[in-house]
């Protein structure tokens, strides 16, 4: 018997999984994307999508792009919907520099600002902008004090010049938002300026 045909035997004879299966194998559904192409002030995910439906969720953006150049990247969270970005957060952020010098260490962050500082010095030319994830565990629960979040990225920041010449970073971090309340909207800014550019998806993570 040939090497294919017993492939065949083991695997079974179906070549197509439903798409309810993908889903409950992959664990995320996908929610919504907003594709940004000219200046916006913020992305925000609101209570209308982040619900009692997900417990967890995921944020990717590919290309976000500041428009003002050097720019950091910040998480916010709301229990409100909006009307206040003010939870207390903790958080640690590394560096590691992907080029020649491959440096790495700690990050400058604080724990007194109410944002998750994600990044730094973020270019604003349309070849540059940043790659990233965030998730967010626990934001629908109420018996916890605080919820986590932890996130990487990858950027071409303003001292960027080539292949393997200047600098550009990975940063990984991780934090809590410290609240017993529902968090129930996301939003996405530039330290100062707008959001030039960039994609932005939110998915709900499934739970077992």
């Not at 995910?45 to 003002?68: E, G, K, Q």
């Not at 990050?107 to 030319?125: E, P, R």
Request: with cysteine; proline share 1%; glycine share 8%.
């Amino acid at each position: 018997m040939s090497n294919a045909r017993n492939l065949s035997n083991l695997l079974g004879t179906a070549t197509t999984v439903p798409s309810a299966k993908l889903s409950d194998t992959f664990g995320m559904v996908h929610l919504t994307t907003t594709t940004v192409t000219s200046n916006v002030a913020n992305v925000t995910f609101s209570s209308s999508l982040i619900t009692d439906t997900y417990m967890d969720y995921r944020i990717t953006y590919r290309a976000a792009t500041p428009a003002t150049n050097a720019q950091k990247f910040f998480a916010y969270c709301s229990i409100d919907n909006g009307s206040n970005y003010n939870l207390p957060i903790e958080q640690h952020l590394m560096y590691h520099d992907i080029k020649a010098s491959k440096a790495f260490g700690n990050a400058s962050t604080t724990n007194s600002v109410n944002y998750f500082d994600l990044n730094s010095s973020i270019g604003s030319t349309t070849s540059k902008g940043s790659n990233g994830t965030i998730e967010f565990m626990g934001l629908r629960q109420d018996t916890a004090t605080f919820k986590g979040a932890y996130w990487n990225s990858v950027a071409g920041i303003s001292s960027d010049s080539g292949h393997d010449s200047g600098n550009d970073y990975w940063w990984n971090g991780g934090g809590k938002v410290i609240t017993a309340s529902k968090i129930n909207n996301i939003k996405l800014a530039y330290a100062s300026g707008d959001i030039a550019q960039g994609t932005f998806s939110l998915y709900g993570i499934k739970s077992a």
